[in-house]
């Protein structure tokens, strides 16, 4: 599934979710890749064979034609917001994606623009990717914070650039503030405690990032 949108626990299509309740506006989030750098301990993806269930995984990745024909089909007078998420780590794809979400911008112009990720990027690329979101093409960015420390995050996520991880994450979350108007950390409850998620809001506090917990969704 390249497009769906989220529905009490479930992964469905925008149709789907229409059928179900025809009023009122959603976000359609766009699947771009199952490929990611981190392998966190809670994470559904790496349960493939869950993945196939919701459909969500992704037996080969999109072209920027076939995800921009999926945008130009939905119905947008229901749609408020087009998140970039999926499976996968939606930078792994990063030009495509910023070629996306320029024409989000230019074409659906009411709609709100988000990508999930999880900060990574400099590493993966050897360079600061936040300024590959200049010119007002991203709204919201929701970078997946994990954790208040180097070590703690490294056993979450297993990302495979080791412990040097976490402050890159953190040096692209505020090199972000100077092209994404809402930079948005995130940490998932149940996995944390609250001594460490009162941790992360002071890390965030410090930088004047955004903390949002989020709910736990189980394998």
């Known amino acids: 599934m390249i497009t ?28 771009l890749t ?30 920027v ?5 999926e ?11 087009v998140v970039f998420c999926g499976f996968g780590e939606p930078t792994m794809r990063l030009t495509d994606l910023v070629t996306l979400l320029r024409y989000v911008r230019r074409n659906f112009p009411n709609a709100k623009t988000r990508v999930n990720t999880n900060g990574l990027s400099d590493l993966e690329y050897g360079r600061d990717t936040a300024a590959d979101f200049h010119g007002a093409i991203l709204d919201t960015v929701s970078i997946s914070l994990n954790a208040s420390n180097a070590q703690r995050y490294l056993d979450l ?23 994404v108007p809402n930079v948005v950390m995130t940490v998932v409850d149940q996995v944390e ?27």
């Open 65 to 69: 034609e076939e995800v921009i024909q």
């Open 4 to 31: 769906y949108t989220y529905d009490k626990g479930h992964y469905i299509t925008m149709a789907e979710s229409l059928a179900k309740q025809p009023k009122g506006k959603r976000a359609l989030y766009v699947n």
């Open 157 to 179: 996520t297993r990302s495979k650039f080791g412990l040097k991880s976490f402050d890159a994450m953190l040096a692209f979350a505020e090199h972000c503030k100077q092209y």
């Open 193 to 219: 405690d609250q001594e460490e998620i009162k941790k992360c809001r002071k890390l965030c506090k410090e930088r004047g990032l955004t903390l949002r917990v989020r709910v736990y969704e189980a394998n």
């Open 71 to 81: 945008l130009n089909d939905q119905p947008w007078q229901y749609i408020n917001e």
């Open 34 to 63: 199952n490929r990611c750098t981190c392998a966190c301990t809670f994470c559904l993806r790496n349960l493939k064979e869950t993945a196939e269930d919701k459909e969500l995984w992704l037996k080969e990745e999109p072209t």
